[in-house]
């Protein structure tokens, strides 16, 4: 049985394939290739001689990294008036 299978739903897998991974960041299978060749998302991890999965963990940090539309890819306002004490509430 395939791990993601056997993984009770509230437990969502660590490792995807790459289609995975592409489609996780919205883009084709060819696109993330050459995102992974740039640099731009990460490596996979090795899990057999011929078996290598992205790290979902690695994969949220790649995007976070990624820059936003209209914005300085060094500066981000998106998040500049939210109230972190109200943040820290909520959690």
């Known amino acids: 049985m ?5 993984l009770p739903s509230s437990l969502k897998p660590r490792l995807i ?3 995975a991974a592409a489609a996780y960041i919205c883009v084709s ?3 993330f290739d050459q995102m992974v060749r740039a640099g731009t998302m990460p490596r996979p991890k090795i899990l057999g001689e011929r078996r290598k999965a992205w790290d ?5 940090t790649a995007i976070d990294l990624l820059p936003s539309d209209g914005n ?3 500066v981000d306002e998106t998040w500049s008036d939210v109230d972190a ?3 820290a509430a909520i959690r």
Do not use: F, H, Y
């Not at 395939?2 to 056997?6: D, E, G, L």
């Not at 979902?56 to 949220?60: A, K």
């Open 17 to 19: 394939t790459r289609e």
């Open 85 to 87: 004490s109200k943040v």
């Open 29 to 31: 299978a060819n696109v």
């Open 2 to 6: 395939p791990r993601q299978t056997a």
């Open 56 to 60: 979902v963990r690695e994969l949220d």
């Open 72 to 74: 300085d890819p060094g």
